[in-house]
Structures are given as structure tokens and as C-alpha cells.
């Protein structure tokens, strides 16, 4: 059985969690926190979350384990079969992971847990967000999903991601990054309303102490 090791707080870690539970695969979750430990280090090359267990060994970083999920377990695909829509899904899900989550990511310190950012970087992170939000409006079908009728992988980095940026935006740029982009919104809400999502939440609200506990710690 494969293991999902990671927290439930990661939005990295959730992403292959949904997908995992979407394509109805058996796994085992295991608490694993990223750092640069010897035991961390041999799960994870670079020290990060999520990892997966496989009979072969451990793979990292959420795109190649997400890929080989796919591929190992075709039944429910995440992916199209056709080269050009496969190539859109990537394209798209890359977009969003470098334009709107990685420029989100260096505002979670003030917008989650309290540490206030240095006025440049916000700076920079609105501009880039604001940048990345026009790609995904040019970019995507939302016909609901974000590469067309059907989910793909391209929504789970939508899924965890744009909610975050949004809730930088509200908290700390003072942008409601969705109030031009009604698709995006009913999207958003589609995903989150997910049957799968019920348990994604709830572990990670059962998580969230625990984990504010530990960034505390590490001030």
C-alpha cells in the first residue's frame, strides 16, 4: 500500500491526498514534517512535504508523485489521454503553481501566522499575483474546471492554492483577486463543496493546533 507521508496542514501534501482519495487508491497516511535531519533526509532529498512510499521506494515533490499515481493507477484519470489537452493540463497547473501559489507563499508569515512581511516583498507579491491571476483568466476554460469538463490535476493545484492567494490577498494586499473572475469564484466554491473535501478539512482543522504549536516554537 502506498504511504502519504506530510502533515494535513501542507496544501502540497492535500493535493495528493485528494487525488489519491479521487481515484479511490488505498493509502496509509504518516505524520512527517519537513527539515534537514538525517531520518527527514532519507525520506525526502531536499527535506520537503509531501513524500510518497512506494514498493520501490520514495519519490518527492507533488508533481512527479502526483504523475505517477496517474500513471500507476489509470483508473478515475486526473489526465487526458490526448497530447495537446495533456500538455494544456501541465501547462495550466505549472501557471498556477508559479504565478499565483509560489508568489502567495511569501505572505503566509503574516497572513497565517502573525509575522509581519517586509513592505517589498508584499510589494512584489502583489504585482506578480496580480499578473498571475490575468494568466489564469486568459488561460483557462472553467467549462467548469479549469482545462475543461472534466477534473485533472490542474484543478488540485487550483483547489489549494488560489484560496490561499485569495485569503493573502484579503489579509494582507488588500485585493479581492476573484472579484473580476466569477469563474474562478464558482469554481473555488465547486471544488470545496467535493465530497472528498469534507475529510481533507476536517484533518487538517484536527491538525492546525498542533502545527500553530510548532511554528510558534520555531520563532
Known sequence: MLKLYGFAVSNYYNMVKLALLEKGV??????????????????????????LETEHGFLSETSVILEYIEQTHPEHPLL???????AKVRELLKEIELYIELPARTCYAEAFFGQPVEPLVKEKARAELLVGFATLKRNGKFAPYVAGERLTLADLMFCFSVDLACAVGKKVLGIDFLADFPQAAALLQKLQENPHMARIVADKEAAMPAFLEMIKNKR
Open 26 to 51: 488505498p493509502f496509509e497516511e504518516v505524520l512527517f514534517v519537513s527539515g534537514q535531519t538525517p531520518q527527514v533526509l532519507a525520506v525526502s532529498p531536499r527535506g520537503k512535504v509531501p513524500a
Open 80 to 86: 487526458p489521454r490526448d497530447a495537446f489537452e495533456l
